[in-house]
């Protein structure tokens, strides 16, 4: 069995699919003439334009499940690098504190 992808990329790939689907079907509407061609040699940037427009709100509302996935997946990681930081911090400090209380006892003797 397969790994499964990170939810980022998953995310991600899902987004940049839903983008590339608007581009295309709005591409088809200004080629056939349903939608306006755009000013002089503006018709690429028109349909980058609208399939932005487009494909914006549909990645909100269809990959709303995909969207709380990676949220989890990266409060996951926070948390867990957050706990090795402390652990680290708390080692570095139980070294320092007996490296001291070592000097310390070595000034008394």
């Keep these: 069995m397969a790994p ?6 998953r995310y991600t790939a899902m987004r940049l ?6 581009f295309l079907v ?5 080629y ?3 939608l306006p061609a755009g000013l002089g040699d503006s018709n690429l940037l028109w349909v980058l334009v609208l ?10 509302v269809l990959l709303r499940n995909q969207r709380e996935e990676m949220s989890t997946q990266i409060i996951d990681t926070v948390d867990r690098t957050k706990a090795r ?8 400090d139980a070294a320092v504190d007996a ?8 000034s008394t003797s």
Excluded at 4 to 9: C, E, G, I, L
Excluded at 54 to 60: D, E, G, M, N, Y
Excluded at 101 to 106: I, L, P
């Design 51 to 60: 399939a932005i427009a487009v494909s914006a709100p549909l990645s909100f």
């Design 32 to 34: 056939v003439g349903a």
């Design 26 to 30: 709005i591409w088809g509407l200004v």
């Design 17 to 22: 699919g839903i983008f590339a689907g608007c």
């Design 99 to 106: 490296q001291d209380a070592s000097r310390a006892q070595g």
């Design 85 to 92: 930081l402390h652990a680290n911090r708390t080692m570095e």
């Design 4 to 9: 499964k992808p990170s939810a980022t990329v």
